[in-house]
């Protein structure tokens, strides 16, 4: 009787330590590292809870606040380590948390879908909305200086029929940067029209995929912040220098891929998703680059979940 007594009270003991253990384990997350934000945490736990289902009413519907693929120093000298902390740990979360608002308790779509009939749904989804999806977007679109490629032969030959060459192209969208031609705050965007290529500037948070917007439809494969707070920091009132050093941080690897689709007629959905497959295809690509450098190969590498961009390595 004593040792069935003692076996019960073993057992419950037991019992008692493995819950203790799962909520702890549910409840913590690793700290963040350097470069990667709070953020970051936050989605793997709410990730953890969602698989559980134990997460909040409405928060698997919540817009949340991709991490970035790589370090916030990781764009330097072009982009400055505090810049990207405050662009995208405050700016960018103000909008993710102001559009968040601006739908509880309504259903949430894909952040895409917003886009077209943003201006019509008002101010909201119209300037946070739409800055969420930029930001999103822009960080997507660039990597650490000598890691993005090269634009595609066919892409390189579509900005050569369409601008003439590159070095034509980079000077007409940086001039439709310059504070004379995009005076305040906004984007300059290389879109696809009708299957060709044009550059369009828009005012604010808006995009070439609203409807209405002040500026040439389009889907949009390359795009700048032109923001102060994109680049003052660094650089003050010389917006022009920032656009000129932005181009060796251009990830056309991601730029590549948005065109093949944007001919397709399909935009970049700039999601979360998006964001965790871009960190996946950066680790795959660094992989096959240094494969590649130790076996002289060329080959293409091509990743597909959620997010598309051709990887190019080699000639």
Not at 91 to 98: E, I
Not at 195 to 202: D, H, P, Y
Not at 224 to 250: F, G, S, T
Request: a neutral charge.
């Amino acid at each position: 009787m004593a040792r069935r007594s003692r076996g019960l009270v073993l057992a419950v003991a037991l019992a008692g330590a493995f819950c203790i253990a799962v909520r702890t384990q549910l409840s913590w997350v690793p700290p963040p590292t350097e470069g990667q934000p709070t953020a970051r945490r936050q989605m793997l736990g709410a990730g953890v809870l969602a698989s559980l289902g134990l997460a909040g009413p409405g928060a698997a519907n919540a817009y949340e606040l991709p991490p970035l693929p790589y370090a916030f120093d990781a764009l330097e000298p072009s982009i400055d380590k505090e810049t990207m902390q405050i662009h995208h740990d405050k700016h960018h979360n103000t909008y993710l948390v102001n559009i968040n608002k601006a739908l509880e308790g309504k259903e949430q779509p894909p952040i895409l879908d917003m886009q077209k009939g943003a201006i019509k749904a008002g101010p909201a989804f119209r300037n946070s909305g739409g800055g969420y999806y930029n930001h999103n977007f822009f960080w997507l679109e660039m990597a650490p200086k000598g890691s993005g490629g090269e634009p595609s032969a066919k892409l390189a030959g579509a900005i050569n029929d369409a601008f003439g060459s590159m070095d034509d192209f980079k000077a007409k969208f940086e001039a439709a940067g310059a504070p004379g031609a995009r005076f305040g705050s906004g984007w300059v965007w290389l879109i696809v029209k009708d299957g060709k290529l044009e550059i369009t500037s828009t005012p604010n948070q808006d995009n070439p995929l609203m409807e209405g917007v002040d500026a040439t439809e389009g889907i949009p494969i390359l795009g700048i912040d032109v923001w102060e707070h994109a680049y003052y920091l660094k650089y003050q009132w010389q917006r022009p220098a920032y656009i000129k050093a932005w181009w060796d941080v251009v990830n056309w690897n991601a730029v590549n891929g948005w065109y093949e689709d944007a001919l397709q007629g399909k935009a970049p959905s700039a999601d979360a998703a998006s964001t965790a497959a871009a960190m996946v295809g950066i680790k795959k690509a660094k992989e096959a680059a240094a494969a590649q450098k130790k076996s002289g190969a060329s080959f293409n590498f091509k990743f597909n979940t959620g997010f598309e961009a051709g990887m190019q390595f080699g000639s």
